[in-house]
């Protein structure tokens, strides 16, 4: 089989991928809780490196995504352009998703897209397990990468995180905790809102807002946490 380039197709690059696949390692990802009917069983490593070398090529990703397979989707995610995808892709795409790992991995586009606060606040209100998380998965996303995004707007999620935190579905509340750490973390100014958000939910009647909120505030509070988040803010 011809090396793999920004030339190859997106069924020279699916073949490529079947070829390289692992039973063991698609086993093996049983027990992250990522399911594996439509995976090859390829470490994420192997398809970054896949996606550098075939670079991007937004109707090629498009193809790759048809192709059903896990990694080939994570693969699309990478290499398609989030100047010209819609929010009408972000939607098609996450209809399909059915594993926290897809999510995540996908996700990383979206946030870079036009479209993103837009897709967060309908993605946190779709009741779909794998579509609300993208939400939550998007706000921490985007602490990371929206480096130039005013802080007001992650102050706009803690409702919504709030709003959600009792979404008792595995998948969900840990997404929702997620965001709200990442929140917090992002500077001292936006640490007290988001650990203001996690006493109140730790002192919450509701047994997943109380864990959601112990677990945030447990990070929140952590002494290499806070010098982390200060020497930040030098």
Known sequence: MAE?????????????????????NRLGMLRYGI????????PHGVQRQIARKIKRNHERAFELW????????FIASVT???N???AANARQWASSFDSWDIVDGVSDLFVDTDAWKELISEFAA????????????????SVVHRKKEPEATFLTFLP???????????FVKKAVNWALRSIGKRSMAMHGAALAVAERLARSTDKTARW????????LTDTKTLARIAARNV
């Open 4 to 24: 793999l380039s920004p030339q190859s197709s997106a069924d020279e690059i699916v073949a490529h991928l079947r070829l390289i696949g692992s039973e063991e």
């Open 35 to 42: 399911r594996i009917e439509r995976a090859l069983g390829i």
């Open 66 to 73: 048809e192709s059903g397979i896990m990694e080939a989707q």
């Open 80 to 82: 398609a352009d989030p």
């Open 84 to 86: 010209r995808f819609s």
């Open 126 to 141: 779709d009741e779909r397990e794998f579509v609300r998380r993208t939400a939550f998965a998007m706000m921490a996303w």
């Open 160 to 170: 919504i995180i709030e709003a959600h935190a009792t979404d008792d579905r595995n």
């Open 212 to 219: 959601n909120g112990r677990n945030a505030v447990k990070e």
